[in-house]
């Protein structure tokens, strides 16, 4: 059935210009399979937002916000309260995965493993004072590695707290060496685990959005015992943060003392990227969905949660 759907995008986190990439793709779906697609480019104009809803009476959002706002509980509460249904997870589904540090908590007290970590001001942590290298500082609600310092040994240069600008406050992760993967989940169902290999040091955000600066491998070729536990924690992991429709959970594998070697939880995105280089559109795609099914999955997930 044809639909009238709002696509919100751009938003103002850090992540607007992924957002508007990943509604780029997700608008030329909804027009090749016929639905009336409305772009709602969302700003801090609250009032804007809710008369363009209110004047456009869509039957249903598809929420293509990357980030603070868009992606952590409060534009699924402005929806929640216009009686909208919507994309992605909703308001606590949201607020606990976007919070890295909840998530890990909610993670490790069912039995998923983390890297060892805590809060700290970024003070504390260029004073020496909190944990010795090699370690990660990244804030606790942002995307798109934002942020994510891997601090490797002594030499490597800190951020400045004077130039910080997010919160004071930052998870300090112990740095795992070895291999990136990550699992997307629609509904429950793990459909794959894919490896990322960034050209450079880490997967930052330049390796994220650029060609060619990280290789992909689907399905990851890991060994077959890491790749079942990776597909169960990802669901688990959706499940324990009570997130619906689409997300993509992200690990780390320490295969450096051979295989099988051990998975690492680092975080659950409750909007994954959809832009030409995100994983979750490649890893469906590995099991014959492709990008206008996903968005049509999309639409009809979303439509019948009124
Ligand atoms: N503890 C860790 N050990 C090794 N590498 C890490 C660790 N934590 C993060 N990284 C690296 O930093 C990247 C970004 O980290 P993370 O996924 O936590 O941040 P993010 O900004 O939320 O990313 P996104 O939302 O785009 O997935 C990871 O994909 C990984 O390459
Ligand atoms: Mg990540």
């Not at 016929?34 to 039957?59: F, S």
């Not at 994309?87 to 995965?97: A, D, E, I, M, R």
């Not at 955000?205 to 597909?231: F, R």
């Amino acid at each position: 059935m044809k639909k009238r759907v709002a696509v919100l995008m751009g938003g103002f986190s850090g992540e607007r210009d992924v957002s508007l990439s990943s509604a780029q793709g997700v608008l030329k779906a909804l027009q090749e399979l016929g639905h009336e697609a409305i772009p709602i480019d969302v700003t801090r104009d609250m009032e804007k937002l809710v008369q363009n809803l209110q004047v456009h009476k869509p039957d249903v959002v598809l929420n293509i916000l990357h980030g603070r706002w868009g992606e952590d509980g409060c534009i699924q509460g402005l929806l929640e309260m216009m009686d909208i249904p919507y994309s992605h997870s909703g308001v606590l589904g949201s607020s606990l995965s976007m919070n890295k540090v909840v998530a890990r908590k909610m993670c490790q007290i069912n039995d998923i493993r983390v890297p060892e970590g805590q809060v700290a001001k970024l003070t504390d942590i260029c004073a020496g004072t909190v944990m010795k290298p090699p370690f990660v500082i990244k804030p606790i609600g942002e995307g798109s590695s934002l942020g994510v310092y891997i601090v490797l040994d002594e030499k490597t240069p800190l951020p400045s707290p004077h130039d910080w600008p997010f919160e004071d406050e930052v998870l300090i992760e112990r740095y795992i060496p070895g291999r990136e993967i990550q699992v997307a989940v629609l509904s429950g169902i793990a459909f794959g685990a894919i490896e990322i290999c960034p050209k450079g040091t880490f997967y930052d955000y330049e390796a994220k959005y650029t060609d060619g600066k990280a290789v992909h491998l689907m399905p990851a070729p890991i060994h077959p015992e890491a790749y079942t536990q990776v597909l169960e924690w990802a669901v688990k992991a959706h499940d324990i943060l009570g997130c619906r429709g689409v997300t993509r959970s992200d690990f780390r594998y320490d295969d450096t003392q051979g295989e099988p070697g051990k998975l690492y939880y680092l975080e659950t995105n409750p909007q994954p990227g959809l832009t030409p280089l995100s994983l979750v559109p490649e890893i469906v795609a590995h099991q014959g969905m492709s990008y206008a099914q996903l968005v049509q999955w999309m639409v009809e997930d979303a439509s019948c949660r009124r």
